[in-house]
């Protein structure tokens, strides 16, 4: 008998802080051993040339999420999985939504149906929490954070998602008492209706109106308002897909003054910027998202911040609607207001190998950042590490193999969500995830699947109390 089930050898292997040429040892599943000259195992991969990494955490992504009217979305567990774990993301973090009016273990009960006996990877679940009554607070939602479920989002904008500013302080108050993490989707709700109003009144609807109606102010005044809201409340918060330069600079201040704020930012703000809205027929509606991609400027900063670690969390925000459906962009018609166009855009695939290369290959970022922000950091905010986020022995053996070298012309085609675009179409990258294993299964090998669905497992999430450890 062979000591071990498979070893990595002689690839680089990088983690948060420090990187150098070890083998990697995987028994049951686990990281067994780092080191040199171990004995051997059962299959030998050879990555002379290779990065090996921790697999990705995709800490934001929407998959089969109940929209709350007749628009769906493309990916369910099976297919948005299938695509993360091509992009090098072993493990998925997506959202149950409660619907309001309903409670919030029925929303994690039905999103459990929904990836049971589908998931290629292992996933655990945010929650959405868009009806705080006191039957959800006071005994729902603890609850739920004791058997796993510990962070949710809330929303500041659109009517069947959004809170009101008390029901925020409440949130956050449960959050405080409970140990748990409160995501914010920032945003002011009625400086969007005025905007669009407004434009829809002189008939400027297309979808570049998107961005106007969503400006830079919009998103600043949130992220002031639910940082002061947890300040007030003495609660660490994280927000969401930040955007830019005003939103980054009220977070920087606010941590210039020690105050415990997390933010996340998405490839969208990377590498789309509002022109990407203006394109002809109804093509813009492909890069709606909220908030929307802003200037050039202003990915410079959010590159600036990912840098110096103003971001602790890079995630895909996948959330797939296809382009050229009657259940997607077009839910409203070819041709439709901006207000109709469900937002989001897909990326789980995508994430990684483009911040790889413009991040990693441009020397914008290095190799142990890149680990920090994709994998380790998400794995260690939401209750994840060390079992996910780390090659550490005793941690699940999720490994993604690189090939630095590989050049990649980004084609739809080529991806494996259930999306009919990308809106990366065309952009050509420098590094491609080539082996994925998760718990010690090969997954993806030679650009093909070697593995089953439904291999994926839950994953319930420890509290939210370590965050003191957490460094930039
Ligand atoms: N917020 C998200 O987090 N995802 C898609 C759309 C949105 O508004
Ligand atoms: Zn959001
Ligand atoms: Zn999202």
């Given amino acids: 008998m062979k000591p071990y089930d498979l070893i990595i050898r002689n690839g680089l292997v990088a983690s948060a802080s420090e990187m150098g040429h070890w083998d990697i040892a995987v028994k049951d599943g686990k990281v067994a051993a780092l080191g040199t000259a171990l004995p051997d195992a059962a299959i030998e991969i050879d990555a002379t040339g290779k990065i090996v990494l921790p697999g990705g955490v995709d800490a934001h992504c929407h998959l089969d999420e109940p929209t709350g009217g007749p628009a769906r979305m493309a990916d369910d567990f099976r297919s948005g999985t299938l695509s993360a774990a091509f992009g090098g993301t072993t493990t998925v973090i997506p959202f149950a939504r409660q619907m309001k009016g309903a409670g919030l273990a029925e929303a994690v009960e039905d999103y459990h149906r929904r990836a049971d006996g589908k998931a290629y990877i292992d996933y655990a679940f945010h929650m ?177 911040g990912l840098r110096n670690g103003l971001f602790s969390v890079f995630s895909s925000d996948h959330a797939p609607f296809s382009f050229d459906s009657a259940e997607g962009k077009k839910v409203a018609g070819e041709n439709a207001p901006f207000r109709k166009v469900p937002n989001g855009i897909p990326g789980l695939e995508t994430r990684l190998p483009l911040l790889f290369s413009e991040g990693v290959g441009k020397n914008r970022i290095d190799l142990c950042r890149f680990v920090k922000l994709t994998s380790t950091n998400p794995a260690k905010i939401y209750g994840l590490f060390p079992r996910k986020g780390a090659l550490a022995v005793g941690s699940d053996a999720d490994i993604t193999i690189w090939d630095p070298d590989r050049q990649v012309t980004i084609r739809n085609d080529l991806l494996h969500h259930n999306v009919d675009y990308t809106p990366y179409e065309g952009r050509t990258v420098t590094g491609w995830p080539e082996t994925v294993i998760s718990r010690g299964e090969i997954v993806i090998v030679k650009s093909q699947i070697a593995a089953e669905a439904g291999r994926g497992h839950f994953l319930p999430c420890a509290r939210f109390e370590h965050w003191k450890d957490l460094r930039a």
């Fill in 128 to 304: 959405i929490i868009t009806d705080p009554s006191k039957a959800v607070l006071g005994e729902e939602l603890p609850r739920l954070i004791d058997a796993g479920y510990s962070s949710f989002k809330i929303y500041m904008t659109y009517d069947d998602l959004k809170l009101n500013d008390r029901q925020i302080l409440e949130v956050l108050d449960t959050a405080r008492q409970e140990q748990a993490l409160v995501m914010v989707h920032a945003e002011n709700a009625d400086c969007i209706d005025f905007l669009t109003e407004r434009l829809e009144a002189r008939g400027l609807t297309g979808p570049k109106f998107h961005a106007a109606a969503r400006p830079p102010l919009v998103e600043r005044e949130a992220v002031h308002r639910a940082v002061a809201y947890s300040e007030l409340v003495g609660q660490p918060i994280l927000i969401v897909h930040v955007s830019g330069a005003e939103a980054s600079a009220q977070i920087a201040g606010f941590k210039a003054r020690g105050l415990p704020v997390f933010a996340e930012t998405c490839p969208q703000y990377l590498f789309l910027t509002k022109d990407d809205l203006d394109l002809r027929h109804f093509d813009g509606a492909k890069h709606i998202c909220s908030p929307p991609p802003r200037t050039s400027a202003d990915q410079q900063e959010i590159w600036n």
